[in-house]
């Protein structure tokens, strides 16, 4: 079955350093999303993307965060100046279609740790 | 404020045991519900619902919603330990794509 695949798994970083996590989304999906979760907290969204574009963003998403889809297949989520509240597991999802009838797929993880 | 709860919080039973897992949601707009299962690292996905009443059902694991009392169940028969995981709760609105997250429900399976 195909996956969405993140890499890498785990990141260490010293505050203030950039970092770019990376995804594969799965082939045929056109949405593509950025979710993540702080050790013990709720999984939260932080953008949407579609078309080359930024369809919706949360308030998380700020200056710091951005996205781009640099190829056909990858898509990648870049913290410019990381703080120690970054820290979480940052997820990747992708779906089909837009919207109400397309479930999201997730991929494993990156655990960004800010030191 | 919680738009999305879920209960338990977390819940212990033993293997082929039964249980059921609750979300209620408080949103406008309500377009779908959808239910994942969290083990060590991805959530995978289980089950979408967006009409009322209608059962969905994969092997020993099945879902309903009920979208006038606005809450949803997830039914586990016969629970193994191969269950043992977070289940996610999450609720998406019209207008927008994103997933709104319970905090979920820790079930841990003895054998």
């Known amino acids: 079955e195909p996956e969405v695949t993140q890499t890498p798994s785990h990141q260490v970083t010293q505050m203030g350093q950039e970092v770019i996590l990376r995804c594969v989304p799965i082939s045929n999906h056109l949405y593509f999303y950025w979710y993540r979760q702080i050790l013990g907290q709720k999984v939260e969204f932080l953008v949407s993307f579609y078309n080359n574009e930024i369809s919706e963003k949360s308030e998380i998403f700020d200056d710091q965060f951005s996205v781009e889809r640099p190829d056909g297949s990858n898509f990648t989520l870049k913290i410019r100046s990381t703080k120690l509240e970054d820290s979480a597991m940052y997820f990747c999802?992708?779906?089909?279609?837009?919207?109400?009838?397309?479930?999201?797929?997730f991929g494993n993880g990156t655990r960004l740790t800010v030191t | 404020e919680d738009k999305v709860v879920q209960s338990p919080l977390s819940l212990v039973v033993h293997e082929g045991d039964t249980v059921t897992l609750n979300c209620s949601y408080e949103v406008t707009n309500f377009r779908s519900l959808l239910w994942y299962k969290q083990e060590k690292k991805a959530p995978t996905f289980l089950f979408m619902l967006?009409?009322?009443?209608i059962e969905k059902k994969s092997g020993r694991l099945s879902s309903i919603l009920d979208k006038k009392e606005l809450f949803s169940i997830l039914n586990i028969t016969a629970t193994q330990t191969g269950d043992s995981a977070v289940y996610l709760c999450?609720?998406?609105?019209?207008?927008?794509?994103?997933?709104?997250f319970g905090k979920g429900t820790k079930l841990t399976v003895n054998p």
């Open positions: 967006t009409s009322s009443g």
């Open positions: 999450a609720i998406r609105q019209g207008g927008s794509e994103k997933l709104v």
């Open positions: 999802a992708s779906s089909e279609f837009m919207g109400y009838n397309s479930p999201l797929h």
